[in-house]
């Protein structure tokens, strides 16, 4: 089964620094990767997803996560923080089973903390 | 406002209990997952269905059970409640074809919140 990591439970950054976010995954084949956003009492909501299409993904907001084979890393960036980014943010992975469907994984998430 | 609705959004209820959620995905969405989200055990799959049948099994207790309707609403039901059970309960939905995407994206409702007294 594959499985993903997030480093760091809570990371605090000032506003208008760079936010880096770290997931690592392991995986016996191509990954398909994503990351959400949980803003407090609300669902998940989804940031971006790798395709394979491209090594460089951006998703809304202002992030963009690259995939790096050579590392099995998908950190999600952003290069100023504003406040109201302070939410909760899961790195996940699918797995794909046989007769073609899905299961996602998610990470243990880490909650950011934008400093005004 | 993803269009996943979800219902209630609280419960309260007391152990030994029995309760159904309900899910309603996005129109056109076939598959229906549900997940649950506790302080100690993170965000977890529970069990996905897809045009009514059951796809995938994830840490489902055998307490929990669900199922999709022909209208392609879903029901989790938990039955012998513990003061563990306590959490959010996610619906997600995603269009997911015959063959399934891996790139799928899942749409999550607001969640449930169950307290077990």
């Known amino acids: 089964a594959q499985s993903v990591t997030q480093l760091g439970s809570h990371v605090s950054v000032s506003e208008g620094a760079l936010v880096l976010l770290r997931c690592n995954y392991s995986?016996?084949?191509?990954?398909?990767l994503f990351w959400y956003v949980q803003y407090p009492n609300q669902g998940l909501q989804l940031l971006l997803k790798?395709?394979?299409?491209?090594?460089l993904v951006k998703g809304i907001n202002g992030f963009e996560a690259e995939f790096k084979k050579s590392e099995t890393s998908f950190h999600l960036t952003k290069p100023s923080a504003h406040m109201s980014d302070a939410a909760e943010y899961f790195c996940?992975?699918?797995?794909?089973?046989?007769?073609?469907?899905?299961?996602?994984?998610f990470g243990t998430g880490t909650k950011l903390q934008v400093i005004p | 406002d993803s269009g996943v609705t979800q219902t209630p959004k609280h419960l309260i209820t007391a152990t030994g209990q029995r309760v159904t959620l309900r899910c309603s995905p996005r129109?056109?969405?076939?598959?229906v997952y549900w997940y649950q989200q506790s302080l100690d055990q993170g965000l977890q799959f529970l069990i996905q269905?897809?045009?009514?049948?059951?796809?995938a099994k994830g840490n489902i207790l055998e307490r929990f059970s669900a199922q999709q309707f022909p209208d392609l609403h879903s029901e989790l039901n938990l039955s012998s409640l513990e003061l563990g059970d306590s959490a959010l309960y996610f619906c997600?939905?995603?269009?997911?074809?015959?063959?399934?995407?891996?790139?799928?994206?899942?749409?999550f409702g607001p969640g449930t919140r169950l307290t077990v007294l």
């Open positions: 997600a939905s995603s269009v997911e074809g015959v063959q399934g995407a891996p790139t799928d994206t899942q749409y």
């Open positions: 995986s016996s084949v191509p990954p398909y």
């Open positions: 790798y395709t394979s299409a491209a090594t």
């Open positions: 996940a992975v699918t797995d794909l089973y046989s007769g073609g469907y899905q299961k996602v994984t």
């Open positions: 129109s056109g969405d076939l598959s």
């Open positions: 269905y897809y045009n009514g049948e059951e796809r």
